[in-house]
C-alpha cells in the first residue's frame, strides 16, 4: 500500500498553521456524544415547489418533514442540510442552528450545484463535450460564486461516474466512457467549484460522487446492482475520483448501489483502504440519499442500528437522511461496540474541519441583497453562451449545408416540441431557473435574424409522457399544459406546410428533460413519441432540413444519418442555449464539440465502448452481429467545424525509452479553410503486447487549438509512465511492461495519422 499521499500531509500541516486542528480538539472535548451524533447527520430541507403533486416525493411526508428538521435544528441536532436555496430561508435556518447549538456550531448547507444554480450551464456531458477544461472551470466557478452567494457551501458535483451505457439516465451528469477525459473534467470543475481553496471568497466544497461504479448498472437501470472486475475499477472507474482527489476535492458521496456484492455504501474497502489509506483522501465522506438506512433495505444490514455501525466503520462520516436517520441509532452501536469512540470522534473532525476552513464559524450568514446582483450577474450569462457554443458537437454536415448565410434566406421553419420549450432547454438536475430569461432555440434564431428572415414554428406533434412518471417531475415536469386541446394530424400538417414553404426547416428533436437524470433509464434509444415520423416529414417535403438534437444520451438517429444533410447534437444547453444555437447555425462560431462517448447505432450494442481490447478475429470487429453493423454511428472523439482540419508531421522524438522513461510527440495541425475554427488534437495510445492485452486505443492526450484561417501550429504532447501504466490482472498489481505501442494523433478515435515507440529495459 502507498504511504498516505503528500497531499494530505499538506491539508494536515496547513490545518496546523491555521489553528484549525487546535479548534476541532477543543471542540471534541467539549461535545456531548448526541452533539456529536448531531453534526453527522445531514438532513434534506424540502419544501415542494408551489403547485407541486402532493404526493409524498422520496418517501417521505412533506408536511412533516420541515418540522422535523426544525425541531432537530432546535435541539443542536443537525449537522448539515441539503436542498434550500434561497438565501433568506438559509439565514432563517442558520439562526435555528446556532441558536440551538451551545458551542455555536453552524451547519453546513448542500446543495446539488451540477450544471449551475440560477445561470444554467449546458448539462455535464454537453460540458465534457467541450473538451476544453478552461471553460468547464469557467463554468463551474460561475456555479460556485452563485450557490456561495446564496448560502450553499457545498456541491454534489461533479458525477465523475464513467457511463458506458446510455441506457443509464445518469450518463447526463457525467464525462461519459473515457477515464482520461473523465479525470480531466473532474479536476477542472474540481477547481472550478473550489479554486485553489474553498476556504477563499466564491467558492464551495466539491463532491465528487458515486463512489463507485453507479453508472454500470445491470441492464442500464438504475439503482441496479453493478458488478465490476478490479481491472475495470483500477483501470476506468477510479482514474476520474482520484485525479478528483488529487486536485484537492474536500468531500466525496457514496453510491446507492451494490458493488460486487456488498452496498457501495458500506465498503469499508472503497472508503478507508482506497479513498483514505492509498489515496490520502482527507475530506469528508458523505452517503447518497437515505444510503445509510437503506443498508437495511438492501437485506445487509439487520436493523438501523447495525446499517449506523456499518456505515461509519466503512469510513462514512456523514449521513444524508430523507427522515429518520440510522445514525441517530450511533449512541446505541457505540454502546454495543459496534462502532468504535475514536471512529465518530474521526467522522466529527473531518466535518468541524471543513466548516472552519470554510469561515462558517465566523460568518455564518450571507448577505441577501448581494446574492441578488450576483444570481443576476450577467458576466456569467456570458459564460453559459460559450460554454454551449463550445460543447455543440456537429455529427455530420452534407454539402456544407451549414452555416446558414441569414443574407441568402427569406423563411426558415423551426419545428418540434422542444424547439421552444425553456424547462427543456436547460435539462435536468436544476431546481432554481429562471424560465423568463431562458433563451430557447426559436427565441435564438428569431433574436438572430431579427426581421430579416421569417420565423415561423410549430411544434408538430404533443410532448410525449413517460410510462411511469418521474418523483423529479416536481420540479417543473413535462406536463403539457391542455393535452386535450392538441389537435395531432392538425399540428403535424400545420408543421409540414411550414416546413414545405420555408427555405430552410430546423428540427429540434431529442428526450423531453425528465426522460434523463436519475431514474430516467430507458429499455430503448429510440426518439421518443413521434418524432422520427416528425423528422420524416419533414425531410420529406424536399426543404433542406437541419436537425437540432436536444439529449443528454446517445440516440438511434440510423434514420437520420443517411437522410438528414445537417445534425448538430445541441445537449439541454442552458439558459443562453438558443442563443449559443443561433450563433453556430449562422456561422458566427464553428462547433468544435466532440462526443465524449462512443455514439451506438443501435440499443443492442450497448454497453459499447471504442477503448475495448483487440480479442479474437478483430478483423470481424465491425460485424460481431449478423443484423447490423456493430460499428459505431458516429466514433468517440467526433465533431465536425465549419474549418478544415488536416494532420501531418507525426513525429516521437526517439525510438525507443525506459519503462519509467517519457517520449514527446509531435504533430502539425492546419486550417485549409478559409474561417477561423477550434479544434480537439487527440492522442491514442496502444500497447502491442503485455502482462495483459491492452484496449486498442485508449485517448492519452487531447489539446484544444484555435487556428485562423489557413494557419498551422506544432502541437506536443508528452507520454511518460502515468500514461502507460495500468493495473493488470496477472499481475494484480500496477505494471509498467516493456513493449512496442502505437500512437495515433487526429481529431477523432479513428484517427490514422500513426507511428510507434518501443520501451525497452536497457
Ligand atoms: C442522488 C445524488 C444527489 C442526492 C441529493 C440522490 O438521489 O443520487 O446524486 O446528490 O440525491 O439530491
Known amino acids: 500500500?502507498?504511504?498516505?499521499?503528500?497531499?494530505?500531509?499538506?491539508?494536515?500541516?496547513?490545518?496546523?498553521?491555521?489553528?484549525?486542528?487546535?479548534?476541532?480538539?477543543?471542540?471534541?472535548?467539549?461535545?456531548?456524544?448526541?452533539?456529536?451524533?448531531?453534526?453527522?447527520?445531514?438532513?434534506?430541507?424540502?419544501?415542494l415547489p408551489a403547485g407541486a403533486a402532493t404526493e409524498p416525493a422520496l418517501g417521505m411526508d412533506p408536511d412533516a418533514q420541515p418540522l422535523a428538521v426544525k425541531e432537530a435544528l432546535g435541539r443542536g441536532a443537525v449537522g448539515s442540510l441539503l436542498f434550500v436555496t434561497d438565501p433568506a430561508e438559509i439565514n432563517r435556518l442558520q439562526r435555528l442552528a446556532l441558536a440551538g447549538n451551545r458551542l455555536g456550531i453552524p451547519v453546513l448547507f448542500g446543495f446539488d450545484v451540477i450544471h449551475g444554480l440560477r445561470t444554467i450551464l449546458p448539462v455535464p456531458i454537453a460540458m465534457a463535450a467541450s473538451w476544453d477544461v478552461e471553460t468547464i472551470e469557467q463554468g463551474?466557478?460561475?456555479?460556485?460564486?452563485?450557490?456561495?452567494?446564496?448560502?450553499?457551501?457545498?456541491?454534489?458535483?461533479?458525477?465523475?461516474?464513467?457511463?458506458?451505457?446510455?441506457?443509464?439516465?445518469?450518463?447526463?451528469?457525467g464525462a461519459g466512457e473515457d477515464p482520461f477525459l473523465g479525470a480531466a473534467v473532474a479536476v477542472a470543475q474540481v477547481r472550478g467549484f473550489q479554486g485553489t481553496d474553498y476556504g477563499q471568497e466564491d467558492r464551495i466544497i466539491a463532491g465528487p460522487k458515486h463512489f463507485a461504479g453507479y453508472g454500470a448498472a445491470l441492464g442500464g437501470r438504475d439503482y441496479d446492482e453493478v458488478n465490476l472486475s478490479d481491472t475495470e475499477l483500477w483501470n476506468t472507474i477510479f482514474p476520474p475520483f482520484k485525479a478528483a482527489v488529487e486536485a484537492g476535492a474536500g468531500n466525496v458521496m457514496t453510491a446507492y448501489m451494490d458493488l460486487n456484492g456488498v452496498p457501495a455504501s458500506a465498503s469499508r474497502w472503497l472508503f478507508t483502504e482506497v479513498l483514505r489509506q492509498e489515496w490520502g483522501f482527507g475530506g469528508f465522506v458523505v452517503s447518497d440519499a437515505n444510503a445509510v438506512r437503506n443498508l437495511v433495505t438492501h437485506g445487509f444490514a439487520a436493523d438501523p442500528t447495525g446499517a449506523a455501525a456499518r456505515a461509519m466503520a466503512a469510513g462514512v462520516d456523514l449521513e444524508m437522511a430523507i427522515q429518520d436517520p440510522a445514525y441517530a441509532q450511533l449512541p446505541e452501536a457505540l454502546q454495543a461496540g459496534a462502532v468504535g469512540q475514536d471512529v465518530l470522534d474521526a467522522s466529527v473532525r473531518r466535518i468541524l474541519?471543513?466548516?472552519?476552513?470554510?469561515?462558517?464559524?465566523?460568518?455564518?450568514?450571507?448577505?441577501?441583497d448581494r446574492a441578488r446582483q450576483v444570481l443576476t450577474d450577467p458576466?456569467?450569462?456570458?459564460?453559459?453562451r460559450v460554454a454551449a457554443e463550445r460543447s455543440a458537437v456537429l455529427l455530420?454536415?452534407?454539402?456544407?449545408l451549414l452555416p446558414l448565410d441569414p443574407d441568402e434566406l427569406t423563411s426558415v421553419a423551426v419545428i418540434g416540441p422542444l424547439a421552444d420549450s425553456p424547462r427543456d432547454t436547460l435539462g435536468p438536475w436544476v431546481f432554481d431557473f429562471d424560465l423568463d430569461e431562458t433563451v430557447t432555440v426559436l427565441e435564438g434564431i428569431r433574436r438572430k435574424v431579427g426581421d430579416r428572415v421569417r420565423v415561423e414554428s410549430a411544434p408538430g406533434i404533443p410532448v410525449v409522457q413517460r410510462v411511469f412518471a418521474s418523483m423529479f417531475d416536481m420540479f417543473g415536469g413535462n406536463r403539457p399544459e391542455d393535452p386535450e386541446g392538441f389537435d395531432a394530424e392538425a399540428e403535424l400538417g400545420r408543421a409540414v406546410d411550414l416546413a414545405g414553404a420555408a427555405d430552410v426547416a430546423v428540427v429540434v428533436a431529442g428526450e423531453w428533460q425528465n426522460m434523463i437524470g436519475e431514474a430516467a433509464s430507458r429499455s430503448s434509444l429510440e426518439l421518443p413519441g413521434r418524432q422520427l415520423e416528425l423528422l420524416q416529414v419533414v425531410v420529406g417535403t424536399g426543404t433542406p432540413t437541419v436537425l437540432l438534437v436536444m439529449n443528454g444520451r446517445p440516440l438511434d438517429l440510423r434514420?437520420?444519418?443517411?437522410?438528414?444533410?445537417?445534425?448538430?447534437?445541441?445537449?439541454?444547453?442552458?439558459t443562453q442555449g438558443g442563443a449559443a444555437v443561433a450563433n453556430l447555425l449562422f456561422g458566427d462560431v464553428s462547433p468544435s464539440g466532440k462526443l465524449p462517448f462512443s455514439w451506438p447505432r443501435t440499443v443492442g450494442q450497448v454497453p459499447f465502448v471504442y477503448s475495448h481490447t483487440r480479442s479474437h478475429e478483430p478483423q470481424n470487429q465491425g460485424r460481431r452481429y449478423?443484423?447490423?453493423?456493430?460499428?459505431?454511428?458516429?466514433?468517440f472523439g467526433h465533431g465536425l467545424s465549419y474549418g478544415r482540419f488536416t494532420y501531418s508531421d507525426l513525429t516521437v522524438d526517439r525510438p525507443s525509452i525506459t519503462p519509467e522513461g517519457t517520449i514527446t510527440v509531435s504533430v502539425r495541425v492546419t486550417n485549409a479553410s478559409d474561417r477561423e475554427a477550434a479544434e480537439v488534437v487527440q492522442l491514442y495510445l496502444h500497447q502491442r503486447h503485455g502482462s495483459a492485452s491492452r484496449p486498442v486505443r485508449e485517448?492519452?492526450?487531447?489539446?484544444?487549438?484555435?487556428?485562423?484561417?489557413?494557419?498551422?501550429?506544432?502541437?506536443?504532447?508528452?507520454?511518460?509512465?502515468?500514461?502507460?501504466?495500468y493495473w493488470s490482472t496477472t499481475e494484480r498489481d500496477w505494471v509498467l511492461d516493456t513493449s512496442i505501442s502505437d500512437i495515433w494523433v487526429g481529431g477523432s478515435s479513428t484517427a490514422e495519422l500513426t507511428t510507434t515507440f518501443e520501451v525497452v529495459r536497457t
Do not use: C
Not at 489539446?703 to 500514461?723: D, K, M, N, W, Y
Open 396 to 400: 455530420r454536415n452534407e454539402g456544407d
Open 140 to 173: 463551474q466557478a460561475v456555479a460556485a460564486r452563485e450557490a456561495r452567494a446564496v448560502g450553499i457551501h457545498w456541491a454534489f458535483a461533479p458525477m465523475v461516474d464513467i457511463a458506458r451505457d446510455p441506457r443509464w439516465g445518469r450518463i447526463v451528469e
Open 353 to 368: 474541519e471543513a466548516k472552519l476552513r470554510l469561515g462558517l464559524f465566523d460568518n455564518p450568514y450571507v448577505d441577501e
Open 379 to 384: 458576466r456569467h450569462r456570458e459564460v453559459a
Open 559 to 574: 434514420w437520420a444519418a443517411e437522410n438528414v444533410p445537417a445534425i448538430l447534437d445541441i445537449w439541454y444547453p442552458g
Open 699 to 725: 485517448l492519452k492526450g487531447f489539446q484544444r487549438v484555435t487556428l485562423s484561417p489557413q494557419a498551422s501550429q506544432q502541437v506536443r504532447f508528452t507520454i511518460g509512465p502515468e500514461h502507460r501504466r
Open 1 to 47: 500500500m502507498t504511504p498516505v499521499s503528500d497531499q494530505r500531509q499538506q491539508t494536515e500541516r496547513q490545518l496546523q498553521a491555521d489553528g484549525i486542528q487546535a479548534q476541532v480538539d477543543e471542540l471534541l472535548r467539549r461535545m456531548t456524544p448526541a452533539e456529536k451524533v448531531g453534526q453527522v447527520t445531514q438532513y434534506f430541507y424540502f419544501r
Open 626 to 635: 449478423w443484423d447490423e453493423p456493430s460499428t459505431p454511428l458516429f466514433p
